[in-house]
């Protein structure tokens, strides 16, 4: 059981060059998240999906695509990166049970930093 | 909208004195709170989590929590630090409401254990 990974660990891009991160969780989790960590401002959400083929923005979506073809996946791309996009993004997928929420799993996240 | 205050960023402490780490929610309905610990350079893991029921809550390691409705804190707390615990602790905040239970992160506590 790996959980919750994440491709790549670490991301040097150029301003204006594209990349996508790879999410992939074994735990059968219907809901899988994008968060991304700034020095003294936690995490915050940058979108999330419910489901297979669904996806939703969260709290700074401005920037970044998501898609959820399959279940075990979730892609976070930046179609064209910004200095401001250098970050820690971690993924993180849960289920819920009896309309409460379950824990977040976490992956191990991805350096990214853009010049 | 719910949002959360750790209004310490750095806690330096000897190693077995106890220590606790402040944290206050704000929300306009029932909450679900958690404890998430990030070691260096790794993701986040759940150390504890309140749902319902005791407003005690435990985890394995002597970690503990209360949760205060009428104060909006969930404080955490453990009576003999070890060297082991320095990291970085963030309180989480869900309102378990629509198909989705997102988390909203406080800025996190940098928790600084020595000799």
């Known amino acids: 059981n790996a959980g919750v990974t994440q491709t790549p660990k670490f991301r040097v891009l150029k301003t204006g060059q594209s990349m996508t991160l790879l999410c992939a969780q074994d735990?059968?989790?219907?809901?899988m998240y994008w968060y991304r960590q700034d020095p003294g401002m936690g995490l915050r959400l940058i979108h999330y999906?419910?489901?297979?083929?669904?996806?939703a923005k969260g709290e700074v979506p401005d920037g970044y695509n998501v898609s959820r073809l399959k279940k075990q996946n979730f892609l976070l791309g930046l179609e064209s990166a910004a200095p401001s996009q250098t970050s820690v993004y971690f993924c993180?997928?849960?289920?819920?049970?009896?309309?409460?929420?379950?824990?977040?799993?976490f992956g191990p996240g991805t350096r990214l930093t853009v010049t | 909208a719910q949002s959360v205050t750790q209004l310490d960023s750095q806690v330096p402490v000897f190693e077995e004195a106890p220590v606790e780490l402040r944290c206050n929610y704000s929300?306009?309905?029932?909450?679900?709170l958690f404890w998430y610990v990030q070691y260096p350079n790794q993701g986040l893991q759940l150390l504890l989590k309140y749902l319902s029921g005791s407003t005690l809550v435990e985890s394995i390691n002597g970690f503990e929590a209360e949760f205060n409705k009428s104060q909006t804190s969930f404080h955490l707390r453990k009576p003999s630090v070890h060297i082991s615990d320095t990291a970085e602790y963030f309180c989480a905040v869900s309102e378990g409401n629509g198909p989705a239970s997102k988390l909203t992160f406080g800025t996190g506590t940098r928790l600084q254990v020595t000799l």
């Open positions: 929300s306009s309905v029932s909450v679900y």
């Open positions: 735990m059968n989790h219907e809901y």
């Open positions: 993180a997928s849960s289920q819920e049970r009896d309309s409460r929420p379950y824990e977040q799993y």
């Open positions: 999906s419910v489901g297979e083929g669904t996806t």
